[in-house]
């Protein structure tokens, strides 16, 4: 099974009556709101993470003293998102006090987006703005081909970020590429037109 980023992150595709407390792999795809790019800049193809970037970072890295039934894989901060992958292996206690039992993907992602929000606006004094979109994007990993598809796009993210859709800046490959063709065949017509004019100065003067 090949990894389509359109179709396992763009979109939510989370399962009716899927327990997301289960055991297994998980890739999600958290967005800034109103697509933002708060967390850094994709420099020659490689991502630099400001203040902002570096508190998601720790925030993530963190999941698992708070959340010992997460193992955290690759994972990736972008300008305006980010994608990560985590395994899910057991219960434990969360990021706030609450009764022992099992924390699923839902409560673990809310987690990190309640406390990288609240970081981020005691460092920059915007106090209850809203730094995240309110959902988020996950697909679950079904086998060790799929992980590793995952992780490779994920590792590749920042090569890929100039044609990025996620990208406010982004250049369309499609439209380069048609822009391209357009100037060729300008090209072939104005020197089709040349020749044509050509010939007709030289029939009048004949």
């Not at 850094?40 to 959340?67: A, T």
């Not at 994972?75 to 057991?90: A, D, K, Q, S, V």
């Not at 439209?175 to 004019?197: D, H």
Request: hydrophobic share 35%; proline share 6%.
């Amino acid at each position: 099974m090949r990894f389509d980023p359109e179709k396992h992150h763009r979109h939510s595709i989370r399962l009716p009556g899927y327990d997301y407390g289960t055991s297994g792999a998980y890739f999600v795809t958290l967005c800034v709101q109103n697509r933002e790019c708060l967390f850094g800049n994709v420099v020659e193809g490689e991502m630099q993470c400001n203040d902002f970037g570096h508190v998601v970072r720790v925030c993530w890295e963190g999941l698992p003293h708070h959340y010992p039934q997460v193992q955290l894989d690759a994972f990736i901060i972008m300008p305006n998102h980010f994608h990560g992958i985590l395994e899910l292996t057991g219960v434990g206690a969360g990021l706030k006090p609450a009764p022992t039992g099992r924390h699923g993907l839902p409560e673990i992602i809310r987690g990190v987006k309640t406390f990288s929000a609240r970081r981020i606006n005691e460092i920059r004094n915007t106090p209850g703005v809203r730094v995240w979109q309110r959902n988020y994007y996950e697909h679950i990993i079904r086998n060790e081909e799929e992980l590793d598809l995952i992780r490779l796009y994920v590792q590749e993210n920042p090569l890929r970020w100039e044609f990025d859709r996620e990208n406010p800046t982004r250049r369309n490959p499609l439209l380069t590429t048609e822009i391209k063709n357009q100037a060729i065949e300008s090209s072939k017509a104005r020197k089709i037109e040349g020749v044509a004019a050509e010939r007709l100065r030289k029939g009048g003067g004949g």
